[in-house]
């Protein structure tokens, strides 16, 4: 078997073509833009890049044949967020084969030990955590927007190399349609009752405005997590605006306080159910054929990208009013095309947020999995704690 550096534009479209035939008679599996991947590791795009590093290969067989592909990477943002200085894999992908997958996995532990890394997280993004983070071990259905997709053998490859369970990762599931349990209701009332409360869906006539809300909700019940860091207004202004074209008003909903910014649940259209029809290529045929799948209604889910209460304000029920609110407008809604709702993903790390999915009727329909490789394998391994 030869490992190969990718240090070409030939060989970072091999890397993509690894996945697409390692995936091809998979009726799950749905290829990702094959931009999206490229800019992950094009400085251009990936601003990461200027403090940070990055490697990816393409492994090949004695005959040339691709059977495999990783990168490794230094996220100087995060890398001391844990006890050790932790780097990156991801991308990994790679046949039911463990010698291969231990020729690519031990690339990047040396690689990232030349440069003083103590342990590698995988397989993640070099990025944000919405984004190609995490392995699928459990409910191995069609997979959303930017989550990864594998086979189930995958686990047993990482677990065998050495790596451990670090966290779990679930995403959510239930029908738009199915009512409330009266409980939760009844929580919402109290809520929806205080004057001090409003709770209204984004207007993008606004855009600037609810950026902003979004932001500061954001800092202050996430920032505190390991391995986050506060959002700037230029990082916010830029989900805002890459999601502005696929955003609809009525499933982005906020929660306010005295005209203060509380809360909010963001949802779009689940993209992967359009971007299955034009395989990995947003050329200008592709963008005709989501049009027209867009246009026909192909969409009927939902993905619930995050969701979240301001510390102060949780544990009131302020969570179940925004819901309440929004199902006023959305269940039974004959203009609003969607069936289903996919939450993304939620850490078993965060009991409270899980609990609080649950309580409007939410069961875990995929698990995905961040797994921590120590170098030092004498050292204690030790679970992402729990956010109390």
Same mark, same amino acid.
């Given at each position: ?5 990718? *240090? *070409? ?17 998979? !009726?799950?599996?749905?290829? !990702? #833009?094959?931009?999206?991947? &490229? ?8 601003? #990461? ?35 050790? !200085? ?17 020729? #690519? ?14 342990? %590698?997280?995988? !397989? ?45 990762? /679930? ?46 909700? /954001? ?22 605006? *890459? ?49 027209? &799948? ?7 889910? %939902? ?66 999995? *961040? ?18």
């Amino acid at each position: 078997m030869q490992l190969v550096e990718v *240090t *070409t534009p030939e060989l970072a479209e091999a890397f993509l073509k690894v996945q697409i035939q390692l995936y091809k008679n998979d !009726p799950n599996y749905i290829r !990702p #833009l094959d931009k999206d991947i &490229h800019s992950v590791f094009d400085p251009a795009k990936n601003k #990461l890049l200027r403090d940070g590093e990055a490697i990816r290969w393409v492994l090949k067989d004695a005959q040339g044949k691709l059977i495999g592909r990783v990168a490794a990477f230094i996220n100087k943002k995060t890398v001391n967020a844990s006890e050790q !200085p932790t780097g990156g894999m991801g991308f990994f992908d790679c046949i039911n084969d463990q010698q291969a997958a231990n020729i #690519l996995l031990d690339a990047c532990k040396n690689w990232l030990q030349e440069r003083g890394m103590e342990a %590698m997280d995988g !397989p993640i993004n070099f990025g944000d955590r919405d984004k190609w983070w995490g392995l699928l071990i459990d409910g191995f259905h069609k997979p959303n927007y930017g989550m990864h997709y594998n086979y189930p053998y995958y686990q047993g490859l990482l677990e065998n190399y050495g790596f451990g369970l670090y966290f779990k990762q /679930y995403t959510y599931y239930r029908k738009v349609n199915d009512p409330l349990p009266q409980k939760y209701n009844d929580k919402a009332e109290r809520i929806l009752a205080d004057k001090a409360y409003r709770f209204r869906h984004m207007d993008k006539k606004d855009l600037a405005k609810y950026t902003e809300d979004f932001r500061e909700v /954001y800092n202050k019940g996430w920032a505190k997590h390991e391995g986050v860091k506060p959002m700037s207004e230029a990082q916010a202004a830029s989900i805002m605006k *890459t999601l502005k074209p696929v955003i609809d008003e009525r499933i982005m909903w906020f929660a306010y306080y005295n005209n203060e910014a509380v809360g909010f649940f963001i949802a779009i259209p689940e993209l992967n159910r359009l971007f299955r029809y034009v395989n990995g290529n947003m050329n200008l045929w592709g963008k005709l054929k989501f049009a027209f &799948h867009r246009w026909r209604g192909a969409c009927k889910t %939902m993905y619930g990208i995050v969701f979240g209460i301001t510390p102060e304000h949780q544990s009131k029920g302020v969570e179940a009013a925004m819901i309440v609110e929004a199902g006023k407008l959305i269940q039974g809604n004959p203009s609003i095309p969607y069936e289903d709702l996919q939450m993304n993903w939620i850490g078993d790390f965060n009991p409270k947020m899980m609990h609080l999915v649950e309580q409007i009727g939410g069961r875990i329909y995929k698990t995905h999995a *961040t797994f921590r490789y120590l170098f030092d394998r004498t050292k204690e391994f030790k679970r992402m704690p729990l956010i109390k």
